[in-house]
Each structure stands twice: as structure tokens, then as C-alpha cells.
């Protein structure tokens, strides 16, 4: 069961490795854990932790608010981060102090980027592999690239993941990829959403308003 044709190039995106603060935690006892960093996500809605110039020594992501880790040592869920708290900040907190102890090894960003999938040219599935095949999620699907093809949004590897994770579109109105969430982009209370749509404004709130039915 698949939707829409992606009209684009097969580009990988990748990581930016200068994204995100340098973040210098405290020594723990006897084990000094190391400064690291979180990347932009890649395309799989993963955000790498990265020590040194380029060893990333895990991937985290988010899944109905629970945060994995993906590490040498595998997959790990972390649950919920404690309130007030951002996810990234708690897997990437973790995976520091779990490298510091040597329980887990780093990873090359070259390697992580070789084994990155690349975006698909062709049809996309309707449901992210991780959804169950059921009525309820086919509908919530179809909605939900009802409401991309409206606002002129593209995904770009998966299908509907659910409105409450993440989700790596492509702006079909400049160049910006990313992961959104669905219940952000499909407005509230009989509302359209945010014509600022993600980090940067896109194109203008007065043009996107302009060329997006939906707004008028």
C-alpha cells in the first residue's frame, strides 16, 4: 500500500557535525565523562551523540515518547525523560556516561553515514515500519498525507509514523528537511497551522499564506 511519487533526487542528507553545543558534564566519581555533542538528525529521525571530531558513540530517537539509544551494545529504551527535561539531553547524557564506563564503543561518523539509507525516488509506504497494519492507522494515514500534499509538504524514506513522532519531511517550498510531528502540522481547533512552518520561516508567512489554500 503505498502514496505519492517523490520527484527528487536520491541525496543522502547528512548530519551536521558542528550542530549542538558542546556539552561538558561533570566528573562521576572516578570516571570522567567525556564532552560531547548531539548532531542534526539524520533521515531516520536519529540524532547522533558525538565525541572528539567525529566518533559517535550512539543515535538516539524518540518513539510514543519513549527515547532509544542505538549503540555497539544495541538498542536500549530509556522511557520518558524526568519533566522538563528534552529527550535529546537525557539519551545523550546516558550514552556519555555509558561510554565514559566502557560499556559501549564509538563509531566513526563516516561509517554511520555509509550505512544511512538514502531517500526513496519511488512510492512511499503509508505506515512507518513500526506501525501496526490496521484500520485505525491506514485512516489516520490517509489523512495525514491528505494534509502533506495541502500544505505542501514531501516525506522523504517512511510512511505515517503516527502524529506524535517524529517524521523527516522535506519542505516542498524551499529546500529545509526534518523531522516534524504531524499533530503540529495539521492545526488545531479547525485551524490551519503555523504558516511559519520550521526553523528559518520557509519562504515568508505572507507568501506561504498566499499559496496555500487553506489559509484563504
Not at 566528573?27 to 548532531?39: A, D, H, K, L, Q
Not at 519511488?122 to 502533506?148: C, K, S, T, Y
Request: aromatic fraction near 8%.
Amino acid at each position: 500500500m503505498t502514496t505519492q511519487l517523490l520527484e527528487r533526487p536520491a541525496t543522502v542528507t547528512v548530519p551536521d557535525t558542528e550542530a549542538g553545543r558542546l556539552i561538558v558534564p561533570a566528573t562521576e566519581g572516578s570516571t570522567t565523562v567525556p564532552t560531547y555533542r548531539v548532531g542534526a538528525p539524520d533521515i531516520q529521525c536519529r540524532y547522533p551523540v558525538i565525541v572528539g571530531e567525529d566518533q559517535v558513540i550512539g543515535r538516539a530517537y524518540r518513539w510514543h515518547r519513549d527515547w532509544f539509544v542505538l549503540t555497539t551494545a544495541g538498542e536500549h529504551n530509556l522511557r520518558r525523560p524526568p519533566k522538563g527535561t528534552p529527550g535529546t539531553d537525557m539519551a545523550a547524557a546516558h550514552l556519555a556516561q555509558q561510554y565514559a564506563a566502557g560499556r559501549i564503543g564509538a563509531v566513526p561518523l563516516d561509517q554511520v553515514l555509509a550505512e544511512a539509507p538514502t531517500p526513496l525516488c519511488g512510492p512511499v509506504p503509508l505506515l512507518h515500519p513500526r506501525m501496526p497494519v490496521n484500520d485505525r492507522n491506514i485512516e489516520g494515514a490517509q489523512i495525514a498525507f491528505a494534509g502533506l500534499r495541502a500544505h505542501h509538504w514531501r516525506a522523504v524514506l517512511t510512511g505515517f509514523p503516527g502524529s506524535d513522532n517524529h517524521w523527516f519531511l522535506s519542505c516542498e517550498l524551499c529546500p529545509w528537511e526534518g523531522p516534524k510531528f504531524w499533530s503540529h502540522l495539521r492545526g488545531r481547533n479547525g485551524e490551519p497551522p503555523s504558516a511559519r512552518r520550521h526553523k528559518g520561516g520557509c519562504i515568508g508567512e505572507d507568501k506561504v499564506r498566499r499559496l496555500i489554500t487553506a489559509y484563504h
